[in-house]
Every structure is written in C-alpha cells, then in structure tokens.
C-alpha cells in the first residue's frame, strides 16, 4: 500500500505535468491531442478535466433526464479520446469536441429509441422497465423546461442546438443527417408549438410563469 506521501508526490508530479500540458495556443492543442491519440494517460486526463464541464452541458441540453446526459457525456468523453488523431488544428478544441459529443449524444438517442421500439411490440403497457409514462405537470408548476419537454424529440434537439449551442440550420442538418429544409421545418414547428403553449399555460395561471 502507498504511504500519503507517495500519493502527495504521484498527484504533484501529474499536476506539473498537466500543468506543462495544458494548451495556451492553436498549435500546443495539436500537440496535446498527438500525445493523447499516443494514450499517454497524463494527456487523456488534461483533455477529459478539460472538457468535461462544457461536454455535460451540451448533453444536458440535449437529453431528457439528467441520468441520460450523464451517460451521454461518458460516451461522449470517450469518443472524444478515441478520435484524437482526427483533431486539426484549423478549428478550436472545444467546438471540435462538441461537434463529437453532439453526434454521439444524437446517436445513443437513436438507439434508445430503435430499443424501446422494438420491446414495445413485445411488452404491454405500464409494465416497460423504465416505467411508465411521465405525468403532467400541473400548471401551478410549469416551467420553460416543461414547456421544452413537450416538443418532439427532433423539434426539441434542433430547438436546443440552434438556440442553445448557437448551430448554424446548416451545420445542424450536418450534425443531425437531416436535410436542411427538414431542420428549418422543426424549427419554425417548434416555436410555433412553443408559442401557443406559452400563450395557453399563461392565461391558464394568469400570467405567471416559471
């Protein structure tokens, strides 16, 4: 068993090393992410402490609950590590991770849904294992974000991307495989659909909203 020194001198030393690692400019970025597609451990670490504030707000914007970001986020961190050597220098280290963890977030959605899909064709209603169907939230507790879950997956993604992470239709018809007439359409949907549930849910609370 390590004695507390040896843990206070093996914490200094990846410290000091993150600290030598850690980028100030385009080109120390490259090299950070060489030494990472290299698996020095001490590179993976400085990119995932990095990047893993930003990377679980863009799940978190993304998913519906907060387990699931958290497993996006993981899966994206992951991925993110996998591709280091794909990394250039001609774009920032943080859009380029959030382009990934966007499209690994999207992708386990994907799954998720093809999975529930499939077991709901074989399991009745009310006993799916991952419960049943959310309640509605009464209006004296609605809230923006509730207004936000109501929108469809796909409204609610592009919604999020455009408004939220400032992506271009262009670049989320990139990130989503969608056309870009398909993006624009669930945009203006999803503010017409928030529009009037925002009119309904204030004249129902009389102008008060969360």
Same mark, same amino acid.
């Given at each position: 068993m390590s004695s507390s020194s040896d843990r206070s001198a093996d914490s200094s030393a990846i410290g000091q090393a993150a600290q030598a690692l850690t980028p100030t400019d385009a080109? !120390?970025?490259?090299?950070?992410?060489? $030494?990472?597609? !290299?698996?020095?451990?001490t590179a993976q670490r400085v990119v995932v402490e990095r990047l893993a504030r930003r990377v679980r707000k863009v799940t978190g914007l993304l998913c519906r609950? $907060? $387990?699931d970001a958290d497993d996006a986020a993981q899966?994206?961190?992951i991925e993110i590590l996998k591709s280091a050597d794909t990394f250039r220098v001609a774009t920032s280290l943080e859009r380029w991770a959030e382009r990934i963890t966007i499209r690994t977030t999207l992708r386990a959605a994907r799954r998720e849904? /093809?999975? +529930?899909?499939?077991?709901?064709?074989?399991? =009745?209603?009310?006993?799916? =294992?991952?419960?049943? =169907? =959310?309640?509605q939230s009464s209006v004296e507790q609605i809230s923006l974000d509730a207004l936000l879950q109501r929108l /469809?997956?796909?409204?609610?993604q592009a919604f999020a991307l455009h408004h939220a992470l400032d992506y271009t239709v262009e670049e989320i018809a990139e990130l989503t495989s969608s056309p870009v007439g398909t993006v +624009?359409?669930?945009?203006? /949907? $999803?503010?017409k659909q928030l529009r009037k549930m925002l009119r309904f849910e204030l004249r129902a609370t009389g102008g008060k909203l969360r």
């Open positions: 080109q !120390a970025d490259v090299e950070l992410m060489a $030494a990472v597609a !290299a698996n020095d451990r609950t $907060a $387990a899966l994206a961190l849904r /093809s999975r +529930k899909g499939l077991l709901e064709r074989w399991l =009745p209603a009310g006993v799916l =294992p991952w419960g049943g =169907p =959310p309640t /469809s997956r796909e409204r609610f +624009k359409d669930r945009l203006v /949907s $999803a503010r």
